[in-house]
């Protein structure tokens, strides 16, 4: 009813507008066109108005804000957080980003490419310490052969005294990479795109990692993801001390380490990004390791194979 309303007032203006002219200038034609016009500016206002125009970006009251990104965090020793959006987040875990990382950029909505942001792009800066550790404890039987030989790698927000992005172990010769700690709050990339640029960037650009290990994931979404996994085995989580539980495709308990667990998830997602001569790239299977009892750390190894 606004918007009729609206017309005939617009209409009421355009024929006197349109009288004018002609008694001044006797142009009845250019008058009609000036008619014509004003009608075809004012559908396409009402239409914007009305919303039919409008897209997912845009409202009238200006633009839509973007997807946020999350908060992440949650494995490793000591750590709270996660990868759902806004997880609570502390030093000591590991996680993922949420959202798909669109961002508002000079009024227009920008979605990421497909194409993996580096650490590098993202401003950050990452350091390597002077001093190499073994297989830890969880990860043995997993990891390779080799037990010693593990390079110690940070990733901070500045050089200094910048915040945590990340704490991560890579071993090249047993293509084995661990996450000890990991938070995408404050920045534009995902938990998968940082696991995979930190291994490239510590094997000389290869993208064929055999083992990841997310060590002591306690982010709320995930760790209910793990333990409900390991009730669909059988088992009582408080209870499973040092024994690890296997998971693939056609076992009990795939489809809920699957559910909203951004870590299997993202690593699944993350498949597209590795490579090894041209072979096919799959996850064979997850493997839980719990240490302790009584709410105890739940440590998630996946192994990755290529035929």
């Known amino acids: 009813m606004e918007r009729i309303n609206l017309l005939f007032i617009w209409m009421a203006l355009s024929v006197r507008a349109i009288l004018l002219i002609i008694t001044k200038y006797g142009h009845a034609f250019v008058a009609l066109l000036t008619f014509l016009w004003g009608i075809t500016v004012f559908t396409n206002a009402a239409a914007v108005l009305d919303g039919s125009l409008s897209s997912k970006a845009f409202t009238l009251r200006g633009v839509t804000a973007p997807p946020k990104v999350g908060a992440t965090g949650g494995a490793g020793k000591g750590g709270k957080g996660g ?98 700690f990991v938070k995408t709050e404050n920045i534009n990339m995902k938990y998968r795109d940082i696991v995979v640029d930190n291994y490239k960037s510590a094997t000389n650009g290869h993208t064929n990692p055999k083992v990841i290990g997310t060590e002591d994931i306690q982010q709320p979404a995930a760790r209910a993801s793990l333990e409900a996994a390991i009730r669909a085995q059988g088992k009582d989580v408080n209870n499973i001390d040092g024994a690890p539980l296997e998971f693939t495709p056609t076992s009990r308990g795939w489809t809920e380490i699957m559910t909203n667990n951004a870590f299997t998830e993202g690593q699944m997602k993350m498949l597209p990004s590795l490579s090894d001569g041209g072979k096919t790239v799959s996850i064979q299977k997850f493997t839980i390791v719990a240490e302790g009892k009584d709410s105890p750390d739940l440590h998630l190894i996946t192994t990755i194979v290529y035929t």
């Open 83 to 180: 990868d759902a959006p806004g997880g609570p987040v502390a030093p000591g875990g590991s996680g993922s980003a949420a959202g798909d990382g669109s961002r508002v950029v000079g009024g227009t909505l920008v979605r990421p490419s497909t194409e993996l942001r580096t650490i590098e792009q993202e401003g950050l800066v990452r350091s390597v310490e002077n001093k190499e550790v073994n297989t830890p404890g969880w990860m043995e039987g997993y990891a390779g052969d080799v037990k010693n030989g593990w390079k110690v790698f940070h990733i901070k927000q500045g050089a200094r005294r910048g915040a945590v992005v990340a704490d991560y172990l890579v071993h090249p010769e047993n293509q084995a990479y661990i996450t000890q």
